[in-house]
């Protein structure tokens, strides 16, 4: 099996040929086999999520129940409260390969800008995609004009182990995940459907990527945004039980 510093445009295309090959029933459901598709294709990821952003009143009742006990009885959470809703997990513990197992990442309330940048990680991978953070103080549409025509964002931390953001914290917060799996390189890619709806993955793997071999997979998820746009438009978002 070849790392992702072998990765070739045949290997993404490949993976991008799964991302389409099934006709999935729904947004879950494709989460779930872009995810198997990646994780399995390259012997360094130690884990691959995918995220949506939805308003907690559109997320089943066990993702806004952990979404409201993370918010911690503040009060501007509500129907109305962004989350950043984990759709799709695989990677090498059993608990990573189901998504509803989460006990950290399952529902995450955006409840304003500095809630947001209270999480370095998910602060940068918002940013760097080209999220409006300002937008979650106000409820306006947190998906830009980039977004919106189509650019995907890219999420790139060359080394997990020494990477820190402005204000000296680790942005792989996670020491004991960093330390004990060996996370080296992590990166993500995010887009936005045409209603502004916000799609992300995260990769996590072992070894050390370039930027340069990193930006070959943002592209991915232009074809699961292709893959899934009906079902963004129909709500069929989550898989039943």
Known sequence: MPTLNDATWPDVER???????????????????FVGAFSTAFSDVALIRLFIVLPVARVPEREGAFAARFAAADPRFGPATRVLTLLGSRGREPAWNER?????HLCIPLIDRKFVEAAPMI???????DVDLAAFDDGRPI????????????????????????????????RAFVERYAIRTVFGMGGAYADGTLVTSVVFSTAKIPQLIADRFPSLI???????????EERRIFSAG
């Not at 182990?161 to 996670?174: F, H, N, Q």
């Not at 232009?222 to 963004?232: G, P, Q, R, V, W």
């Open 100 to 104: 509803r197992l989460s006990r950290g």
């Open 123 to 129: 602060a940068k991978l918002l940013s760097d995609i």
């Open 143 to 174: 998906a830009t004009r980039k977004l919106l025509g189509g650019k995907n964002g890219m999420f790139y931390v060359p080394d997990a182990a020494t990477a820190i953001d402005a204000t000296g914290r680790y942005v792989i917060a996670d």
């Open 222 to 232: 232009s074809n699961f945004k292709m893959a899934t746009a009906t079902l963004i």
């Open 15 to 33: 993976l991008r040929g799964a991302v389409g090959a099934k006709d999935p029933s729904s947004v879950e459901a494709a989460a779930e086999a």
